[in-house]
Structure formats: C-alpha cells, structure tokens
C-alpha cells in the first residue's frame, strides 16, 4: 500500500533552474494539496486542487504552478527556481473536506 | 480567511508529566479540526480529528482534544507523556474555501519535547 509518493526526495538546484516534483495516490481521493515547509513557518499551502482537471492558488502560491491532468498525480512546477524558494515540500491527499489527509514524505529542494 | 494559532512554538515538559497544547482558530463558518505530529525527518501522521459530535475526542497514543466552540479552541492534551511523543504537532482547520472546496490549514506548529 503505496499511499502517497513524492518524487524526487532530494534535489538541488541553482537558481533559475526549472524542475517538477511529482505526487502520486493510490487511494482514488479527489483532493491534493502542495504545502512548503519552513522553520517557525509551519506547513504553508501552495495550490490545491479539488478534482481531476482542477486547481486553486493557496496562500503562496507566487513562483509556482500545478498541473492535475490525472487524479492520481499533482504535479509542482518551478519554472525559475530562486533561493527564497529552499524549503521542505509535502503533498497530500484525502477523500474530502472533512477526512484525514495523507501525507508524503516530502521532498527537500535546495536552491544555490 | 481562516487561521490557526498555536500559542507555544516549544513545550519542554518531564517524562510522565501531563501536557496540553493550545490551538485556537479563527473561522466565520463551521470547520472541521485535526491535530497532526511529525516525527524528525518524516511527514505528517494524524493523531485525532473533530468533525461533529462530543467535543471530547480520543486519538492515537493516549491523546486526546477538547472542541470548545465558544472559545474557538481545540487543545490537545496527555496525561502522562513518554520520551517517544518527542515531536511536532501541528492543529489543521478544515474549512469550505468556497463552492464545496475545502481548503486544509496549518498552525506553525509546537515542538514538544520529553525530558527524561
């Protein structure tokens, strides 16, 4: 029982570089979410989507896009990585607005 | 918008002691509320969550939370903590963003840790 997977679990990248990290659910749930990660900043959402073909700017969305063209993956796009943007990233997914969330195990991407 | 405080961002408390975290939320409509640990270099795993019902509810490793509507709280608290509870908590606000689209909100979470 795979859950959720991030892909890749570690990159760096210099800035201005592009790169996609990949979410991937096993579990049918109709809704993802991208959060990052900071010291004393919590969990900070990005984008989220509520569907197949569906996404919403959350309260960071700035540099960033998100793409669902399947249900089971959401994809994170930097398309000019910066170095505001090192961080620890976390997909999730749950089944609606009121179940659990399931979480990856994050990705850490650091920008040089 | 929605948000959630968590008034201690680190709680050093002695094995066996009790301990309570706070979390106070700020919403106009009705939410739902889970408490979330992590553990050093892992994601996020729920401990309990409230959606309707007794305001008293019972989670994983001997946790438990009090919905208190009046005072927009949702605290979580351990009778007797052991050096394994060593970790992040982080309360979540599940709330409708609008058009039935629920958004899933974060403190900045409180770092416990057990003194042997």
């Known amino acids: 029982n795979a859950g959720v997977t991030q892909t890749p679990k570690f990159r760096v990248l210099k800035t201005g570089q592009s790169m996609t990290l990949l979410c991937a659910q096993d579990?049918?749930?109709?809704?993802m979410y991208w959060y990052r990660q900071d010291p004393g900043m919590g969990l900070r959402l990005i984008h989220y989507?509520?569907?197949?073909?569906?996404?919403a700017k959350g309260e960071v969305p700035d540099g960033y896009n998100v793409s669902r063209l399947k249900k089971q993956n959401f994809l994170l796009g930097l398309e000019s990585a910066a170095p505001s943007q090192t961080s620890v990233y976390f997909c999730?997914?749950?089944?609606?607005?009121?179940?659990?969330?399931?979480f990856g195990q994050g990705t850490r991407l650091t920008v040089v | 918008a929605q948000s959630v405080t968590q008034l201690d961002s680190q709680v050093p408390v002695f094995e066996e002691a009790p301990v309570e975290l706070r979390c106070n939320y700020s919403?106009?409509?009705?939410?739902?509320l889970f408490w979330y640990v992590q553990y050093p270099n892992q994601g996020l795993q729920l401990l309990l969550k409230?959606?309707?019902?007794?305001?008293l509810v019972k989670g994983i490793n001997g946790f438990e939370a009090e919905f208190n509507k009046s005072q927009t709280s949702f605290h979580l608290r351990k009778p007797s903590v052991h050096i394994s509870d060593t970790a992040e908590y982080f309360c979540?606000?599940?709330?409708?963003?609008?058009?039935?689209?629920?958004?899933?909100?974060f403190g900045k979470g409180t770092k416990l840790s057990v003194i042997p």
């Open positions: 999730a997914s749950r089944t609606g607005g009121g179940t659990e969330a399931f």
């Open positions: 579990m049918n749930h109709e809704y």
């Open positions: 989507s509520v569907g197949e073909g569906t996404t």
């Open positions: 919403s106009s409509v009705s939410v739902y």
């Open positions: 409230y959606l309707s019902g007794s305001t």
């Open positions: 979540a606000v599940s709330h409708n963003s609008g058009a039935g689209s629920y958004q899933l909100t």
